[in-house]
């Protein structure tokens, strides 16, 4: 995959495979399924293959074709597929929208890709309602939009600001759509954040210094990848041991991106600060 975030996952995992003893292989999976049945057989029947480290969702379709060797999924967070490491994305949502109606927005929007797949867009809905629930705030189904295959990121926020309730925050679950976005309502001449807070998720390198920086959801992708390498290793060595799933916290971090309804009159601070959620 060529996010960022998936990539620092990866590098957490090799640096920890090399302590333990594993040679890696790295297979991309989800462009094409055909070929990537054919691709992950092939692997599995001549690859010597003692446990498995899948990075995302996708690999859910081709899970049969591995049989009984040893499994960790990573970035998803499901608890009725054992073991995983990754993030609770209702509690990250959950911290997000929470701080943003902290902050006296009211409409708020939550962009998705198509590639998000179902359990994990109900995970991000759940946390959107969740944090409006506590607020005392109506929740409309409509805010959380999720981007059809193809759809460009400035086709999505066109949609966003046609709306009839148009937003004054949009939490988007990646940097990448995030960064997309600032660009896109910066065409359509909207100001960021006098009249619209954008905020993401992931945290990557450069979501500092694009401007305006954005807030953003931290967390900490190359932890991910080697904590879901020990949890591997803890199910494949001499006695395999039955191991819990981990949930990582993750972090608000407020930047320049983000401020208070422009009706409020009162911006938020700009400075870099985080908020943690565990």
Same mark, same amino acid.
Request: proline share 5%; with cysteine; hydrophobic share 40%.
């Given at each position: 995959?060529?996010?960022?975030?998936?990539?620092?996952?990866?590098?957490?995992?090799?640096?920890?495979?090399?302590?333990?003893?594993?040679?890696?292989?790295?297979?991309?999976?989800?462009?094409?399924?055909?070929?990537?049945?054919?691709?992950?057989?092939?692997?599995?029947?001549?690859?010597?293959?003692?446990?498995?480290?899948?990075?995302?969702?996708?690999?859910?379709?081709?899970?049969?074709?591995?049989?009984?060797?040893?499994?960790?999924?990573?970035?998803?967070?499901?608890?009725?597929?054992?073991?995983?490491?990754?993030? /609770? @994305?209702?509690?990250? $949502?959950?911290?997000?929208?929470?701080? =943003?109606?902290?902050?006296?927005? #009211?409409?708020?929007?939550? *962009?998705?890709?198509?590639?998000?797949?179902?359990?994990?867009?109900?995970?991000?809905?759940?946390?959107?309602?969740?944090?409006?629930?506590?607020?005392?705030?109506?929740?409309?189904?409509?805010?959380?939009?999720?981007?059809?295959?193809?759809?460009?990121?400035?086709?999505?926020?066109?949609?966003?600001?046609?709306?009839?309730?148009?937003?004054?925050?949009?939490?988007?679950?990646?940097?990448?759509?995030?960064?997309?976005?600032?660009?896109?309502?910066?065409?359509?001449?909207?100001?960021?954040?006098?009249?619209?807070?954008?905020?993401?998720?992931?945290?990557?390198?450069?979501?500092?210094?694009?401007?305006?920086?954005?807030?953003?959801?931290?967390?900490?992708?190359? /932890? @991910?990848?080697?904590? $879901?390498?020990?949890?591997?290793?803890? =199910?494949?060595?001499?006695?395999? #041991?039955?191991?819990?799933? *981990?949930?990582?916290?993750?972090?608000?971090?407020?930047?320049?991106?983000?401020?208070?309804?422009?009706?409020?009159?009162?911006?938020?601070?700009?400075?870099?600060?985080?908020?943690?959620?565990?």
């Amino acid at each position: 995959d060529e996010d960022h975030a998936l990539t620092t996952v990866l590098r957490g995992m090799e640096e920890e495979l090399a302590q333990v003893g594993f040679s890696v292989h790295v297979l991309s999976l989800g462009r094409d399924e055909r070929r990537d049945r054919g691709r992950l057989t092939s692997l599995m029947e001549h690859g010597k293959v003692e446990g498995i480290c899948a990075v995302g969702s996708c690999f859910d379709r081709f899970r049969h074709l591995v049989g009984a060797t040893p499994l960790v999924n990573s970035c998803t967070f499901f608890p009725d597929q054992l073991p995983w490491v990754g993030v /609770d @994305m209702s509690e990250a $949502a959950f911290s997000c929208i929470g701080f =943003l109606l902290d902050h006296g927005h #009211r409409d708020i929007a939550t *962009i998705v890709g198509p590639w998000v797949d179902l359990r994990a867009m109900g995970q991000i809905n759940l946390g959107h309602r969740r944090a409006f629930e506590q607020h005392g705030v109506p929740f409309r189904r409509t805010m959380v939009h999720q981007a059809y295959e193809g759809e460009s990121i400035i086709d999505l926020a066109t949609e966003i600001l046609r709306d009839k309730g148009r937003p004054t925050a949009i939490f988007a679950a990646n940097d990448y759509m995030a960064i997309g976005l600032l660009g896109a309502l910066r065409e359509a001449g909207v100001r960021v954040p006098e009249e619209m807070t954008v905020t993401g998720f992931d945290d990557i390198v450069i979501s500092q210094y694009v401007s305006p920086s954005l807030t953003t959801v931290r967390v900490d992708a190359c /932890d @991910m990848g080697d904590r $879901a390498v020990r949890l591997l290793a803890g =199910l494949t060595g001499p006695v395999a #041991r039955s191991m819990n799933s *981990i949930t990582l916290p993750v972090s608000l971090v407020i930047r320049d991106s983000c401020g208070s309804p422009a009706s409020t009159g009162r911006p938020t601070p700009t400075r870099k600060t985080e908020r943690r959620s565990t």
